[in-house]
């Protein structure tokens, strides 16, 4: 019985980490290492940065950058979805994706058929991204996985 007990205890708190509202689970810089893959090259990663905002109302995508192999690029970005009751997500006004537990997922339309997927997934300390865009049947034109922490290094340089 005690044992029950313990185990429904830590059930209970680890689920109390999760209890955020919204996109607050990827809120902050940060940091990690992966793979990137754009066309037939697949590049491993020893430094993926990325920052959003994320509040019970906003998944915001703010900056990323890359240090791949022989690549390395900053991608500049200010991209705003809505998270709107029952963590429905909309992308210019456009239902694209849902919250649910500890798992963003969005597909975001483009042009000629083209969507991209994101899928951010928070476990603990770790942030899990995945994305993968393309034409559906072909192979993906651009994709990217990685393991992310905060970034102490961030928090530390804000005024």
Known sequence: MRLGFLFAAMCMASGSAFAQTGATLVNGDWVGKGSFQLGSDILACSEIKMKFDGTATLYGVRDGSIICESTTQ????????????????????????????NKLT??????DETGTEFTLRREGDLLFYNEVSGKPGQAPAFGMVAIMKQDP?????KP
């Open 74 to 101: 900053a991608f500049p970005m200010h991209d705003d979805f809505d998270v709107r009751p029952n963590n429905d997500v909309y992308y210019k006004g456009q239902h694209v994706g849902s919250i649910a537990g």
């Open 106 to 111: 969005v597909l975001v339309p483009g042009p």
């Open 153 to 157: 290094h961030a928090a530390a340089a």
